[in-house]
């Protein structure tokens, strides 16, 4: 069973990467993350609707880390059908998405942003720029954990896979222990 997603979503680069993987490849604490990762994979190629740029950097991205002859994952199969369906699917919606030199116009200005990675910033600019502003989808990536908390201030939600793996990643990594996550930002 997948997680309740909204009808139109961004989808970071990770949750194809995992659904990727082959299940004899995934870990036992691996999986339950495998399998929704899946799960929203198919739930958007059959019903949903897929928010990306039309200036084509979250293609670019993609690419990156997933095969264009689609195999032989399902992740390549996801990037593939993206690539061939970006302009002609009703399941897939093409943003314009406002760039001043390296800088997203709709990327929110707030200092406690100013270290976000630059390289997810095309994500937050994107949900920015739809209105309502388009939910991102993340995996299980620890770094996002904080940031969702200030952009939740900018009505820009991020939808975990697994929140619990995200939490004790943001804590290890930013040595929290039992401090309310609210705090950190």
Known sequence: MIMKLPNE??????IPIISNKNVADV???ELHCWELCVGIINHVTDNGILVI???GEIILEYQKNLNFSGAPGLGDRFFKWVFDNQFSSSLIKRVDVVKNNDDYVNF????NLSEFDKSD????????????????????DSKW???SKILKK???DVLFV??????KGCRKKNRCGDKNCDECI
């Open 53 to 55: 740029d039309s200036s």
């Open 108 to 111: 929110p200005k707030d200092e």
């Open 121 to 140: 910033m095309k994500f937050i600019a994107l949900s920015n720029t739809s209105s309502p502003p388009t939910a991102i989808v993340e995996a299980s």
């Open 9 to 14: 979503v961004i989808l970071d680069t990770n």
């Open 145 to 147: 954990w904080k940031w």
């Open 162 to 167: 697994d929140e619990a793996i995200a939490e």
């Open 27 to 29: 870990s036992d604490d």
């Open 154 to 156: 900018h009505s820009i």
